[in-house]
Each structure stands twice: as C-alpha cells, then as structure tokens.
T-cell receptor, first 115, second 114 residues
Framework: KAGVTQTPRYLIKTRGQQVTLSCSPISGHRSVSWYQQTPGQGLQFLFEYFSETQRNKGNFPGRFSGRQFSNSRSEMNVSTLELGDSALYLC??????????????FGEGSRLTVL | GENVEQHPSTLSVQEGDSAVIKCTYSDSASNYFPWYKQELGKRPQLIIDIRSNVGEKKDQRIAVTLNKTAKHFSLHITETQPEDSAVYFCAASTPSGGYNKLIFGAGTRLAVHP
C-alpha cells in the first residue's frame, strides 16, 4: 500500500510569491490534515479536510488556504509569502470520520524556503 | 484556545536509563492522546496512544499515563537504546465544531548516549 505522497519535496520562493503544495493520501483515507513544522514550535495545525469539506481550521492567517478533491487528494496554498512561512509542511491522512480520532499517517513533507 | 505544553524540550540520557516526557493540555474535553516519534529527516510515526477512559497503557518498553483531573499525560521509555533517539511529540484531540482536531506539543528531542 502506497504511503502519503507530498509534492514538491523542496522549493524556494521569494517574498510576495505564492505556492501550492500537493498531498495524495493513502488509498481509502478520506481525511487529510496539514501541519506546519518549525524548529521549537512543533507541529502547528493548519486545517483538516474530509470528503472535500474543511472540518477544522487552525490559527493561521487567511493567506493559508486549502482544498480537497473528490479523489481525496488535497492541496494547500500560501499567498503573499513571508520569510516566516519558511517551514516543513506536513500532510497526514487518516481513516477517521466523525468525532473519532485515529492514527495519522504523515507524508515526508514539503520543505519551503522563502528568501 | 486549546494548547498543549510539552516538557522538557531536550532530554539526554545514558543507554539503559529511563526517559520521561510530560505534557499538559488545556481543554478538559480532550479525549484522545497520541505520541508520535520523528527520527531525523523522517516523518512522524505513531508509537502509542491512550483514550480518556484509560489511565495507563503499555507496549513493551514504552508506556503512557493519563491524569484527567490534572490534565496531564506522560510518556515513559524504559531501558533506552540509541535507536530511541528522536523527537517525540505529544498531542491532544480536541472537539471542535462537531469534529476532533489534533493539537501537538512543541516536541522533545531525546538523545540516548551509548
């Protein structure tokens, strides 16, 4: 069974640009969550999608957005990039539905550097 | 809002010693507490979890304890080995808008020295 796949793995952007990151979940997983990982801050929750609907959102500005497609693949977009957006963006998929929380299966992440 | 605090941020032990990592959470409605291990350059992976109706859970050398009254939970690793060296994240599942969201702590970097 293929794991969670994230693309691109590495990217460099300049301030003011925008970026789109992609995540393909494990087959059969309908929940996709996104996290921002920075040194000392741990994993900051961005948002979670289930069956194309955003179920939850973290405390990030509106420059961060996402969506999920009918095949459960998800994308997140960051517009007007700032230096502080440099981070590893992790996607995780899960079988969990409703109020049940299950194991998250993480991708290897997309490392974004903003210059 | 919901918050998970994790201590210590770094922990260094000798091989064979025990290691304890502690987390506190703010939302009393939290009901699920997983621990993830992230080895250098790799993705986080679940190592153990506990639900709010259980006080302790063990899996070989690792165990997790939960004190709902005090809103804190801990990871215990016994007989540590060099391969236990990694960053460990605790998390708490918090109800939000009819669903749960997982809030992580800032992580503990564990170094096990031979």
């Amino acid at each position: 069974k293929a794991g969670v796949t994230q693309t691109p793995r590495y990217l460099i952007k300049t301030r003011g640009q925008q970026v789109t990151l992609s995540c393909s979940p494990i087959s059969g997983h309908r929940s996709v969550s996104w996290y921002q990982q920075t040194p000392g801050q741990g994993l900051q929750f961005l948002f979670e999608y289930f069956s194309e609907t955003q179920r939850n959102k973290g405390n990030f500005p509106g420059r961060f957005s996402g969506r999920q497609f009918s095949n459960s693949r998800s994308e997140m977009n960051v517009s007007t990039l700032e230096l502080g957006d440099s981070a590893l963006y992790l996607c995780a998929s899960s079988l969990a539905g409703g109020v049940n929380t299950g194991e998250l299966f993480f991708g290897e992440g997309s490392r974004l550097t903003v210059l | 809002g919901e918050n998970v605090e994790q201590h210590p941020s770094t922990l260094s032990v000798q091989e064979g010693d025990s290691a304890v990592i502690k987390c506190t959470y703010s939302d009393s409605a939290s009901n699920y507490f997983p621990w993830y291990k992230q080895e250098l350059g790799k993705r986080p992976q679940l190592i153990i979890d506990i639900r709010s109706n259980v006080g302790e859970k063990k899996d070989q050398r690792i165990a997790v304890t939960l004190n709902k009254t005090a809103k804190h939970f801990s990871l215990h690793i016994t007989e540590t080995q060099p391969e236990d060296s990694a960053v460990y994240f605790c998390a708490a599942s918090t109800p939000s808008g009819g669903y749960n969201k997982l809030i992580f702590g800032a992580g503990t970097r564990l170094a096990v020295h031979p």
